[in-house]
């Protein structure tokens, strides 16, 4: 079958696409290592790592094999009821790298849907005490996924979803504390609206699809403060963040700063399967144990932990274990922050910055992200503008040369060469 028997807009729906003015996209027919082979026989660096998750690179043998095993077994099993071991080891082993005492790990298939299970963890958290708090406080450039609920708590003038705005059920969004009035701000909103408030949900250290916004360590440090000092409750959103992405194996470690609940997908499998996981305290957790069984957590994915993400995941976190990704994040940075700072004399430039393995161009103005697209796959790579941003999120395994070839490409395309 060549690639015009299949390649057509007939009856495929593309993301965040507007159909009717759609190009077709790029076919990729495989992938190894940072590369993406095409149907016509070239190849592209892959610089966004499909959407940040694949962290150990494309066909990593290792976590392959350790699929290929799991297949053999047993690709799935109801998780309600029936137990299989990838998922309870995998359980104490995210419970063991998390800091604090986040071990309590309920398992999904998406991002949205971890999200989405913490917010519902927090509403019943405090109806489960005979408290009906049913606000959220997010930040401005939030962006936490593409579900109903998750759709109320991201930036609902600026992101994506602002169609919804009205619509959907409202939430409290204001500025990060990442100023003095800022701060006062939020202590104010804290303190005149606690007892309708669920938690408080922020992403650490990088607010990514909002426009790969950074704050430093101590807003998140001033934000935990704040919600001790209300009685509320702090979910951190690391599904972008975690798994080494910054510089450490989660965002918050970097803070110091241990949530009462905690999001992770994207990187969890290496970028192979569909897998997320929302991990509570004890303090959470202890508030859903009780002789009535309507205070359980009523919810349960008809894949949830099925056994072949988790087999991709335990084989992930034994990369981190045996791979020097911590080191290969710190060089991405060091290269990065190196060689993107070429760009901040080319024509419309406002800001570069580099956080761990996360490089940013921010232009003064939105690009024209489909016609950028094309140019860097003409010069070979796979670099996905938005917004007002240029970026890469690379695999860490990439190599130096590579690595230059994406920042080299992104300073030819902004001087016009």
């Not at 309590?104 to 913490?118: I, K, L, M, Q, Y």
């Not at 705005?165 to 609206?193: C, I, M, R, W, Y």
């Not at 704050?215 to 975690?242: M, N, Q, S, W, Y």
């Not at 990704?325 to 922050?337: C, D, E, K, S």
Request: net charge negative; charged share 20%.
């Amino acid at each position: 079958m060549t690639t015009s028997d299949w390649l057509n807009l007939n009856h495929i729906w593309l993301p965040y696409t507007q159909m009717k003015t759609a190009q077709l996209p790029v076919p990729v027919v495989s992938a190894r290592g940072v590369h993406l082979h095409l149907a016509d026989g070239r190849e592209l660096i892959d610089g966004i790592a499909s959407w940040w998750t694949a962290c150990h690179g494309y066909n990593h043998p290792y976590v392959q094999t350790k699929i290929a095993e799991q297949l053999k077994k047993m690709p799935h099993v109801m998780f309600g009821g029936l137990a299989h071991e990838p998922a309870y080891r995998l359980a104490q082993r995210l419970a063991a790298a998390l800091p604090g005492d986040l071990n309590r790990v309920f398992f999904t298939e998406s991002g949205s849907v971890a999200v989405e299970v913490a917010l519902k963890m927090a509403v019943q958290f405090w109806l489960n005490q005979g408290q009906r708090r049913t606000k959220f406080v997010s930040f401005r450039h939030a962006y936490h996924g593409d579900t109903f609920a998750t759709m109320a708590i991201c930036d609902p003038e600026e992101g994506m979803h602002k169609l919804f705005h009205g619509v959907l059920p409202d939430q409290f969004v204001t500025a990060l504390p990442d100023s003095k009035e800022n701060h006062n701000a939020l202590d104010h909103l804290l303190a005149q609206n606690r007892k309708e408030i669920a938690a408080v949900i922020a992403e650490p250290l990088i607010q990514a699809a909002g426009g790969m916004k950074f704050h430093d360590p101590e807003v998140l440090i001033d934000l935990k403060a704040l919600c001790d000092r209300h009685g509320l409750l702090l979910i951190l959103d690391e599904i972008f963040t975690g798994f080494g992405r910054t510089g450490t194996m989660f965002a918050c470690e970097q803070a110091g700063v241990v949530p009462d609940i905690l999001c992770l997908s994207k990187a969890l499998t290496g970028g192979t399967m569909p897998l997320a996981a929302t991990v509570a305290t004890n303090r959470i957790y202890e508030k859903f144990l009780s002789d009535d069984p309507e205070a359980a957590l009523m919810h349960g994915p008809t894949y949830m932990a099925y056994p072949l993400g988790c087999a991709a995941a335990n084989a992930s976190l034994d990369l981190f274990e045996s791979e020097p990704r911590l080191r290969q994040v710190a060089a991405i940075a060091t290269q990065l922050t190196d060689e993107l700072a070429l760009c901040r004399q080319a024509p419309g430039v406002r800001d570069v910055r580099v956080k761990g393995a996360v490089g940013v161009v921010q232009m003064d103005q939105p690009v024209d992200a489909v016609k950028l697209r094309a140019r860097f796959v003409e010069k070979g790579f796979w670099i996905k503008p938005f917004a007002d941003v240029i970026y890469i999120t690379p695999p860490f395994v990439i190599e130096e040369r590579e690595l230059s070839g994406l920042t080299r490409a992104i300073e030819e395309v902004l001087n016009g060469r």
